[in-house]
């Protein structure tokens, strides 16, 4: 059992878990990468810990967090590149999960016909093309070795290595199409960008903006996530609050009118 006795009267209030994958009224549908059928996650937290627990995917965690602490809007996209590709979405305020909690599994929208099978079970996903993990994948094959590091990755770029280049040139490309789908899809007054590509080389916002000139879709800006990996347990920290004071929004002020 967790000891209960903290700063607050009230010790530990509950425990939010983040989910790579579909998660719908605290039950995890789908995950793609790793195989939760048959775990009762909840009944086997709930029971170690006796606090009460929430499963919620990553991506709406993230939107949740960047919403309540960062950015104050009604309609807005946050979309999670990391070794998965993720996307929370708030529209007139509320989270939208969509049916049975598939809104926003973004990574599994196709790209290119044909293209690289995902274990989603379709071919082309844009996750197989701009996520880390294939974009890792993709430097370690030209490199010729097995992996390769992001702060490996920092300083080839860097130097303007030339597979580097491609590399970026590439996110550059995808991302801009995934926007692109979001803005005209959602129609969001924000789009955040949350990935360690647009954190360590911040003028690629630009390259990625300077792409996307279409007419049907606008929003008032597209940013680079200032919470950036912590944005999860801001909104894990907001799915708690919620929780326990049994309300249904928690607006602190210290955040930016947009």
């Not at 104050?72 to 996307?87: C, D």
Request: charged fraction near 20%.
């Amino acid at each position: 059992m967790i000891d209960h006795t903290g700063p607050s009267e009230y010790g530990v209030i509950g425990i939010t878990v983040a989910i790579h994958g579909v998660v719908y009224d605290n039950n995890i549908i789908f995950t793609p990468y790793y195989d939760l059928k048959g775990c009762n996650l909840i009944q086997l937290l709930e029971q170690h810990y006796d606090v009460p627990v929430y499963l919620l995917n990553e991506a709406n965690l993230s939107v949740l967090g960047e919403k309540t602490f960062a950015i104050n809007v009604r309609n807005m996209a946050n979309i999670n590149i990391h070794w998965g590709i993720g996307l929370g979405i708030v529209i007139d305020n509320e989270l939208y999960e969509g049916y049975n909690g598939f809104a926003g599994e973004f990574g599994h929208t196709i790209v290119e016909l044909d293209g690289t099978p995902c274990p989603c079970g379709n071919k082309g996903c844009i996750e197989q093309y701009a996520s880390e993990r294939a974009l890792f994948k993709k430097l370690s094959s030209m490199k010729n070795r097995d992996s390769i590091s992001f702060d490996e990755f920092v300083e080839l770029y860097n130097k303007r290595d030339q597979d580097a280049v491609v590399i970026i040139d590439n996110f550059i490309k995808y991302i801009s199409i995934a926007i692109n789908n979001v803005m005209t899809a959602f129609t969001p007054e924000i789009v955040i960008i949350n990935s360690r590509f647009t954190n360590e080389f911040p003028e690629l916002l630009y390259d990625i903006k300077r792409t996307l000139n279409s007419n049907v879709s606008q929003c008032k800006d597209i940013i680079v996530s200032t919470l950036e990996d912590s944005s999860i347990l801001y909104g894990a920290t907001y799915t708690n609050i919620i929780n326990f004071l049994e309300i249904k929004h928690f607006n602190p002020k210290s955040k930016l009118q947009y």
